[in-house]
């Protein structure tokens, strides 16, 4: 398959960031169809031209598509993102329903403290993902955030946006934790991002590996209608937009997800192109951003 056109790295040593895929969606609550997002955006990705939405060329930033994790067992998939972490790249996993976030970030906490760094998690969704237990599972695409705690991400260096769909348990949890940083949609459209780019600023030091997971249903479902529990009243695409390049473009962001893009519950493969755009705009922001620090 012809994917990434004019991108593509010759091997793993010369790319500046790595794709790897997780096709699976066995703990999606709701809608189905994320197994499919890795196959679709790559497929979509051979049309799409090698420049940002400013006509950045990216093609001097070559990317290796490492290709999907073949197994969907967590214990499996934290061994191969463990030997991912260590090639030192910007790692981009691509999902799958947003339990499989639960699996990657032991890697990603390991790799922090080889670094003697403090792992933090910024997440933006429609949903909080912070349940302990939800239709009977500690691994439901509910529960990523609480998962990253138990796994060693302290509280207080939590941070969610985008949030507008709260479980009971949910709202209890944040009572007893006023150290996690929430971010809701109402507030984000009422008053703009000013005083959450302020408050991420925070992670602006050399002591900060970042963790970003991004639900493409932080989106309002008018921009992504493809996936599984459409939230109403989210983010207009260009405003998530924004917070995610500005995360990239000021933090030192070690890893990154994409979540939850459904092709099969989607309208002319909009979400799918939102993803993959978005991807793009990272690519050329970690260009020049690179370019800044030579
Ligand atoms: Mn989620």
Not at 27 to 56: C, E, M, N, Q, T
Not at 133 to 152: E, K, N, T
Not at 156 to 171: K, M
Not at 253 to 280: C, F, G, S
Request: net charge negative; with cysteine; aromatic share 10%.
């Amino acid at each position: 398959m012809k994917k990434f056109r004019d991108l593509l790295a010759k091997d793993i040593e010369s790319a500046k960031v790595i794709i790897a895929g997780l096709p699976f969606d066995d703990h999606a609550s709701v809608g189905k169809g994320s197994a499919l997002a890795p196959l679709k955006i790559r497929k979509l990705s051979a049309d799409l031209p090698p420049f940002s939405r400013d006509g950045i060329d990216i093609r001097d930033f070559p990317i290796f598509d490492y290709g999907d994790f073949s197994s969907n067992d967590f214990s499996e998939i934290t061994l191969a993102a463990q030997t991912l972490f260590k090639r030192e790249r910007f790692l981009l996993f691509i999902g799958g329903d947003h339990s499989y976030t639960i699996p990657l970030i032991p890697a990603f906490i390991q790799d922090a403290k080889k670094r003697k760094k403090t792992p933090v998690l910024i997440h933006i969704d429609a949903h909080p993902d912070i349940c302990d237990v939800y239709h009977g599972s500690m691994f439901s695409h509910a529960c990523p955030v609480r998962r990253s705690i138990d796994a060693g991400i302290k509280t207080e260096n939590i941070v969610l946006i985008g949030i507008r769909g709260y479980e009971a348990q949910e709202v209890s949890y944040f009572k007893e934790h006023p150290e996690i940083s929430v971010f809701n949609a109402s507030t984000l459209l009422k008053d703009g991002i000013d005083r959450l780019l302020a408050r991420l600023a925070q992670y602006q030091k050399d002591e900060y590996d970042v963790y970003l997971s991004y639900d493409i249903d932080a989106n309002d479902p008018s921009y992504a209608p493809g996936t599984g529990t459409p939230e109403a009243f989210g983010l207009p695409a260009p405003m998530t937009l924004e917070i995610i390049l500005s995360i990239i473009a000021k933090l030192n962001v070690r890893a990154m997800d994409l979540m939850e893009v459904a092709p099969p519950l989607d309208t002319n493969d909009v979400t799918t192109w939102l993803a993959l755009k978005t991807i793009y705009e990272i690519f050329a922001c970690l260009k020049e951003k690179e370019k800044t620090a030579a």
